[in-house]
Structures are given as C-alpha cells and as structure tokens.
C-alpha cells in the first residue's frame, strides 16, 4: 500500500516508543492521529514535531478501555483527518510483579492490564474496521512483545496480555481479511519508554545480557518494521519479533 496521504490512527502514540512510530509513518507520507490517555500537552507537542515532516497531525483524547469512548475517537480522526487506513495499537499498561509473586497479582492490576493491552486493541480495530472497508481497506498492526511469545517481561498479567494480542491479531486478520491486513510486532526489552521504566532494574540488566546482540531492542527498527507491515500487500496473521535475539518462535 502506497502510504502517502495515508491516515493513520496510532494509540499511544505519545510514549517513546510510539513516537518513534509516528515519526516512521510521518516520514512515508502518513497524516497521523495521536492518541492519548492522560498528557495532552505532549501529545500536541509530538503532533507539532510530526507536522515538520509536512503531513497533518493532531491528537486525539481517548480512554481505550471504554466503547464509546474509541468510537467517538475513530469519528473525530475522519471528520478531522478525513479517512482512517491504518491503525497501530501501542498503547499498553504494565506494572512489575515478580512472576512468584501471587498475592500482589490481584484482580484489579489484571483487569487493569488486560482492559488496557488487549480490550482496547480489540475495541480501536472494531471500530476502524467499517471506514477502512468504506476505502476498500486497511491496515492493523498490533505491538504486543515477546512476553506473549515466552513466559517473562514485567506480570504474568502482562504476559498474558501480549499473547492474547497475538492471538487476537491472527483471529483479526481471519475475520477481516481479504481487505484489510493485520500483523503484529512483538519488541523485547526496549529502553527509554514509559513501560520498561517500571521495570526492576535487575531485570533490565538480564534482558540485554541474555540477547545474543548483548544489547536491548531498537525502537527505530520497530518503528521501521511498522512502516513495512503498512505497506505490504501479501503478510497479514503474522508476528516478527525484534528484540536483539532473545526469543525464538
């Protein structure tokens, strides 16, 4: 898919890596819708840094987690915007609990975190998917993480989060194709974004150690993966992991 004048929805698309993200899409010619939960003032500050790559880009508000709330969403971006082709679903929740740790595993850090990782990406593709179908198609791809491909990263919640992404990008890509395409990214360790600061720092420091790179992921080599998984025409259920060689599947 040609991506210029293309528009693209991408949650959490103020946080490190969703930045980077942005700035990709930005770059190949994308308008970008950024949407947020919290911190407007940045999100109009990465929208203002987008807009020098000469492509329109605004922010939009959004609780993830609640229906109404993401429809309304999705209708802004095209009364704004004009169109919706791609949605990227970045935006995510974690919170360190050592897997041994069950007692603080309780039922309202797991609903928190499966709300946010995997009902919002359900919910943002749902509702994009009528305008992209309106187009003729689209583009979906998810950011789970390689804690959904092997048992680690910050909570068993977590983990279990980014493996129902997973999955729930294979299921989508069933239900939605031939038109619109849905593939997922699953990065390691990644330093300097919102959800690996709430990382112990022990395990940072195992994370890099144990990549046969010997170094964490690189949030422009996602991000640029991304842009590919845009444009493709013929991969869509699929999973690439990158994450500096800790994970194979």
């Avoid at 919002?120 to 804690?147: D, E, F, H, Y």
């Avoid at 360790?189 to 994370?207: G, V």
Wanted: proline share 3%.
């Amino acid at each position: 898919m040609d991506l210029k004048g293309k528009v693209a929805i991408v949650t959490g698309g103020n946080g490190g890596l969703g930045q980077r993200i942005c700035h990709a899409l930005a770059q190949a010619g994308c308008h970008i819708a950024v949407v947020y939960a919290k911190s407007r003032d940045q999100a109009e500050e990465v929208a203002a840094a987008l807009r020098t790559h000469g492509v329109r880009a605004e922010p939009f508000a959004c609780d993830l987690t609640d229906p109404p709330q993401v429809e309304a969403m999705v209708a802004a971006v095209e009364r704004t915007l004009g169109r919706v082709d791609i949605l990227v679903n970045d935006a995510a929740y974690n919170k360190w609990i050592a897997y041994t740790d069950l007692d603080a595993l309780t039922l309202e850090v797991w609903d928190r975190i499966l709300a946010t990782n995997l009902t919002g990406p359900m919910l943002c593709t749902k509702a994009v998917a009528a305008a992209m179908r309106r187009q003729g198609g689209g583009r979906i791809v998810n950011i789970s993480s390689v804690a959904g491909l092997s048992p680690t990263g910050s909570s068993i919640a977590y983990a279990v989060s980014k493996a129902g992404l997973i999955h729930l990008t294979k299921c989508m890509a069933v239900a939605l194709a031939p038109d619109i395409l849905v593939n997922c990214v699953a990065p390691g360790y990644i330093e300097e974004t919102r959800a690996t600061s709430n990382l112990d720092p022990a395990y940072r420091q195992r994370s890099r150690d144990s990549a046969l790179l010997k170094r964490a992921a690189d949030k422009d080599d996602i991000a640029e993966q991304v842009v590919l998984l845009c444009r493709t025409e013929s991969i869509t259920g699929q999973t690439l992991a990158i994450d500096a060689g800790r994970v194979f599947h």
